[in-house]
C-alpha cells in the first residue's frame, strides 16, 4: 500500500523508492509484491517542517536546470533543458555553455536532461548525459558520453538509443545513477498518457512488455553494452530485453543510491495522484499500468489493483501527487540531523521531503523544506551540504545547510 502525502500550497514533495544493495541485485532475480507485508503508514495531509536548516542562493540564472553533477574539484555540471550545460565555480558562478553537446529535441517534457560523470572521471574524464532526439511527432531517449576538456565536450558519441519512436513531448525518464561496479542504471519513461498510441494500443501498456525500454530502468556498461547479470541475459526464458534491468514503472524522475547500505530509490510520477516510493531491485516489476493506486487525470479509474503476487509493492504514494521528481539519500556529517535521510523533492509540492526509514524498513513520519519553486532535482556536493536545482525560467541552485 502507498503512503499519501498531500499538496502543501506550492510545496514541493516527491516520492521516493527503495533499492537493493548492489551486491544483491544479481542474487535477488525476479522479485515479488509482499501481499503480506504491513501497508505502509498514511502520512497526514499536513506535514511539519523540517528544522534546523538554512536556504541560500548558490547559483541562478539557469534556464530550467535539470541535472546536476559534481567534479572532484568541487565545481558542478549542470544541464539546462533548452540544451546547454554549464559549469559552476565553487562559489556558485555559472559559466558559459560548454562547447561540443549534439543538439537535442527540446519537445515538451524533452530536451537536455541528465548527467552524471564515470567514476573514474579523475582519470578519464568520461561525462555521461541523457536527452531526446527526433522530433515531437517521433522522438526517443538517448544517452550519450564525451570527455570533459576545459569548456568543452570532446569525442562525442551517442551510446545508444530507444529503439521505438513515440509522439509527444512526455514522459522521457532519463535519470541516471552509477553503481559501485561501474555500470550505469538508466531509466526511460512509458512514453505517455492514454492520448498516445503504440501498434494500435497504448503507449503506457509497453512498461510490461519485457522486450520494450519503455517504462524500465536499463543497466549498461560504461560502453552502453548490457550486463550478463542482467535478467534477461542471465534467463533467457523471462525473455526480458538484454538492458532491462526493472520494469512496470510509469516515468522515473528520482533515482538515487543509499551509499551507506547500496539500497537503489527511486521516485515516479502517477497520473492523478498515486506518485510511488520504490525499493528497486533486478528483475523487479513494479506493476505499472495493471497495478497501482494512480487514476487516470478524467478521475477514471485505472485499475482496481492495489496489489498483485508478482509485483512489487511501493514503500509509499503521494495522493493528491506530488509531482515527485530529483531524489538523493544523504550520508554526511555536515548536516548530522540528516544522516541517512531520504530528500526527495516535488514538482507540484515545491518542497523537499524528507524520508527516514525505520529498522522495519518502512518510512515513518514525513518532514519537509518548503522552498515555494518547482524542485527539479536535489543532490548532496562534496562539502556535505545540499543543493536543490529549480525547475524555473530562472532557474536557480538552491543551498540547504545547518541553521546554526
Known amino acids: 500500500m502507498r503512503t499519501a502525502l498531500a499538496l502543501l500550497g506550492t510545496a514541493l514533495a516527491f516520492t521516493l523508492a527503495a533499492g537493493a544493495p548492489a551486491s544483491a541485485q544479481a542474487r535477488e532475480g525476479a522479485a515479488s509484491r509482499q501481499a503480506t507485508s504491513p501497508a505502509p503508514p498514511i502520512v497526514p495531509f499536513e506535514v511539519a517542517a523540517e528544522p534546523g536548516l538554512a536556504a541560500s542562493v548558490w547559483a541562478k540564472g ?8 559534481f567534479l572532484p574539484d ?31 529535441a527540446a519537445v515538451g517534457q524533452g530536451g537536455l536532461l541528465d548527467i552524471a560523470i564515470h567514476p ?50 512526455a514522459h522521457f525518464g532519463a535519470r541516471l545513477q552509477f553503481l559501485p561496479d561501474g555500470t550505469l542504471l538508466m531509466s526511460v519513461g512509458d512514453g505517455g498518457n492514454p492520448n498516445i498510441k503504440l501498434n494500435g494500443q497504448n503507449i503506457r501498456d509497453q512498461a510490461q512488455n519485457p522486450k520494450s525500454w519503455f ?85 477514471d479509474p485505472i485499475t482496481a489493483e492495489r496489489s498483485r503476487p508478482g509485483f512489487r509493492d511501493p514503500v509509499s504514494v503521494w495522493t493528491p501527487s506530488i509531482g515527485a521528481s530529483g531524489l538523493a539519500v544523504y550520508r554526511g556529517k555536515a548536516i548530522p540531523s540528516l544522516d541517512g535521510a531520504i530528500l526527495a523533492g516535488g514538482l507540484v509540492s515545491s518542497d523537499v521531503r524528507v524520508v527516514r526509514i525505520g529498522a522495519d524498513g518502512r518510512p515513518g513520519p514525513e518532514r519537509r523544506i518548503e522552498l515555494e519553486a518547482r524542485v527539479r532535482q536535489v543532490a548532496v556536493g562534496p562539502d ?20 546554526r
Not at 539557469?62 to 553533477?69: F, Y
Not at 579523475?122 to 558520453?145: C, E, I, K, P
Open 62 to 69: 539557469l534556464e530550467h536546470p535539470w541535472g546536476i553533477a
Open 74 to 104: 568541487g565545481r558542478a555540471l549542470v544541464t539546462e533543458r533548452p540544451g546547454r550545460l554549464r559549469i559552476i565555480s565553487t562559489d556558485g558562478r555559472v559559466g558559459p555553455p560548454v562547447a561540443g553537446l549534439p543538439r537535442v
Open 120 to 169: 573514474g572521471f579523475a582519470r578519464n574524464g568520461l561525462v555521461y548525459f541523457t536527452h531526446a532526439v527526433g522530433t515531437q511527432d517521433a522522438n526517443m531517449t538517448a544517452l550519450s558520453r564525451g570527455r570533459l576538456s576545459g569548456n568543452m565536450l570532446a569525442d562525442v558519441k551517442e551510446l545508444f538509443r530507444n529503439p521505438v519512436a513515440k509522439r509527444g513531448g
Open 215 to 299: 517504462g524500465k530502468v536499463l543497466r549498461v556498461n560504461a560502453d552502453g553494452l548490457p550486463l550478463k547479470s542482467n535478467p534477461g541475459v542471465a534467463n533467457p526464458k523471462l525473455g526480458w530485453d538484454a538492458r532491462v534491468w526493472s520494469m512496470g514503472h510509469r516515468n522515473i524522475q528520482g533515482l538515487a543510491r543509499d551509499p551507506k547500505t547500496g539500497t537503489i530509490w527511486a521516485t515516479e510520477h502517477g497520473a492523478r495522484g498515486g506518485d510511488e516510493l520504490n525499493r528497486l531491485a533486478s528483475g523487479g516489476n513494479h506493476g505499472w499500468p495493471v497495478v497501482t493506486y494512480s487514476t487516470e487525470y478524467s478521475g
Open 384 to 403: 556535505g551540504l545540499v543543493y536543490v536545482l529549480t525547475d524555473e525560467e530562472e532557474g536557480r541552485i538552491i543551498r540547504l545547510a545547518p541553521s
